[in-house]
């Protein structure tokens, strides 16, 4: 039993630890979340979320490897990926969740401690498909200041609409 002081004061002396030791204690979740109106039924927008070569024509920084064709896509499979952000990263793929065309959830893992898991839920809506996409970061790799600056502005920062003077080139 931990009592109260004892918990304060690993919370206190957490920083002096070597890097290695806080490393686990320490890891914040990264967190991204997205939702948008699409102008199509849910069984339109499906392919374009589930099929892991589709998912690679339109986020770029996935290069798949591997990966099943979409009507072989099932809860427990697996596949090989290539992440790619500066440097390509090997990762697997594991689908936790396929339920089409409502709602897929697909966890890459680099190691132990690094992980990434995407959610995205279709709901029918008047006007099409509303999509949200949550992403979930945790990678041990990435040092804490960068951690830091990527939690703060994936809570706080907005995306620059298409046309705003700074995503002209």
């Known amino acids: 039993r931990v009592d109260e002081g004892e918990a304060l004061l690993r919370q206190l002396a957490l920083p002096l630890l070597t890097r290695a030791a806080w490393r686990r204690p320490i890891m914040p979740l990264m967190r991204q979340k997205e939702t ?26 996935l290069e798949v490897s591997g990966a099943p064709p979409l009507e072989d896509l099932r809860e427990g499979m697996s596949y090989g990926a290539r992440y790619r952000l500066g440097r390509a990263t090997e990762v697997q793929a594991m689908v936790e969740v396929c339920e089409p065309p409502r709602r897929l959830v697909v966890r890459y893992r680099v190691g132990p401690d690094s992980w990434a898991l995407e959610r995205a839920t279709l709901e029918a809506t008047g006007d099409g498909t509303r999509l949200t996409r949550i992403v979930e970061i945790r990678d041990s790799r990435i040092p804490w200041p960068a951690r830091l600056l990527a939690g703060l502005l994936m809570r706080f920062g907005k995306p620059l609409a298409e046309g705003h003077p700074r995503t002209e080139k």
């Open 36 to 61: 948008g109106v699409i102008a199509v039924p849910p069984e339109a927008v499906w392919p374009w979320i589930a099929d892991p070569e589709r998912v690679a024509q339109w986020n770029s920084k």
